[in-house]
């Protein structure tokens, strides 16, 4: 092996984790057995582990030791809808039901209800007054009891006012919010329109998807806004998805059924991609 020994170190251990030697959540050899092990100073152990930590492959655990991350399982949202069931944009009912049809476990917080004053693209997408009432109702979202998103949802105050009331309500509202305005209002989506971002985490959300503090790991920002028949805009939705673990689809007109069964690119993709 070439280059400095700390590198020479972290190869190694990247090595026997892409291996299987080191296994998922299995904890690293302590500092004095990492030093024994290469012969090498306490500074040039830790710079190996800052290494593997830096780029995702490892986590400290304070008073318990350094960890092999556990990756989670890629997970496929398809934002365009179903031509005949509708499902598809990972919202409420259409995520619950996506990630069943994949055999996988959804679960969703409470929602946290607040009422805010509408500006920036709050405003701006829903065509209401900077300034002026929305409802914001926020869930964290799971996939086989793995942090999977963050979803806040934003309704004008004036959907409130004409009877929808459960709005403000801090629980589910089943089968949906969708389904409880096309009841209650009369109100149903006809098209919706998205814009996908990239950024780096915020400090919150490194917390909640367990993301390396170096802000490696990206996150997905998704703006979905909703439009009635009249194209008036009624429900903006905000979600924030972990990089390391989303992969999205897109299906235009009527794609057959067997390729509409999509798979992770990234499923095929072990033991690939070492630094050189």
């Given at each position: 092996?070439?280059?400095?020994?700390?590198?020479?170190?972290?190869?190694?251990?990247?090595?026997?984790?892409?291996?299987?030697?080191?296994?998922?959540?299995?904890?690293?050899?302590?500092?004095?057995?990492?030093?024994?092990?290469?012969?090498?100073s306490?500074?040039?152990?830790?710079?190996?582990?800052?290494?593997?930590?830096?780029?995702?492959?490892?986590?400290?655990?304070?008073?318990?030791g350094?960890?092999?991350?556990?990756?989670?399982?890629?997970?496929?949202?398809?934002?365009?809808?179903?031509?005949?069931?509708?499902?598809?944009g990972?919202?409420?009912?259409a995520?619950?039901?996506?990630?069943?049809?994949?055999?996988?476990?959804?679960?969703?917080s409470?929602?946290?209800?607040?009422?805010?004053?509408?500006?920036?693209?709050?405003?701006?997408?829903?065509?209401?007054?900077?300034?002026?009432?929305?409802?914001?109702?926020h869930?964290?979202?799971?996939i086989?009891?793995?942090?999977?998103?963050?979803?806040?949802?934003?309704?004008?105050?004036?959907?409130?006012?004409?009877?929808?009331?459960?709005?403000?309500?801090?629980?589910?509202?089943?089968?949906?919010?969708?389904?409880?305005?096309?009841?209650?209002?009369?109100?149903?989506q006809?098209?919706y329109?998205?814009?996908?971002?990239?950024?780096?985490p915020?400090?919150?959300?490194?917390?909640?998807?367990?993301?390396?503090d170096?802000?490696?790991?990206?996150?997905?920002?998704?703006?979905?806004?909703?439009?009635?028949?009249?194209?008036?805009?009624?429900?903006?939705?905000?979600?924030?998805?972990?990089?390391?673990?989303?992969?999205f689809a897109?299906?235009?007109?009527?794609?057959?059924t067997?390729?509409?069964?999509?798979?992770?690119?990234?499923s095929a993709?072990?033991?690939?991609?070492r630094?050189?």
């Amino acid at each position: 092996m070439f280059g400095p020994l700390y590198r020479q170190i972290a190869d190694d251990l990247q090595r026997q984790i892409e291996e299987g030697i080191l296994a998922p959540g299995q904890r690293l050899p302590t500092e004095p057995e990492l030093r024994a092990h290469y012969g090498a100073s306490r500074n040039t152990v830790r710079d190996a582990v800052r290494w593997l930590t830096t780029r995702g492959l490892v986590r400290t655990k304070p008073g318990q030791g350094t960890f092999v991350v556990e990756r989670a399982e890629p997970f496929i949202t398809t934002l365009s809808s179903h031509p005949e069931t509708g499902l598809g944009g990972g919202e409420g009912q259409a995520f619950q039901a996506e990630v069943v049809a994949q055999g996988r476990s959804p679960r969703a917080s409470q929602p946290r209800v607040s009422v805010l004053q509408a500006a920036g693209v709050v405003a701006d997408e829903l065509r209401v007054a900077a300034g002026s009432s929305v409802v914001s109702r926020h869930q964290e979202r799971f996939i086989d009891g793995s942090p999977f998103s963050l979803q806040t949802s934003y309704y004008p105050m004036g959907l409130v006012q004409a009877g929808a009331v459960r709005l403000l309500e801090a629980s589910s509202i089943h089968p949906g919010t969708g389904a409880y305005l096309g009841e209650i209002l009369g109100l149903r989506q006809a098209r919706y329109s998205d814009l996908i971002t990239v950024r780096t985490p915020t400090v919150s959300e490194t917390t909640f998807f367990e993301l390396p503090d170096s802000g490696r790991v990206s996150v997905f920002e998704t703006f979905r806004t909703a439009f009635d028949a009249e194209d008036r805009p009624f429900r903006l939705t905000v979600s924030v998805f972990a990089a390391d673990r989303n992969e999205f689809a897109v299906f235009s007109g009527v794609v057959p059924t067997e390729a509409r069964t999509v798979r992770s690119p990234r499923s095929a993709e072990a033991g690939t991609g070492r630094d050189a």
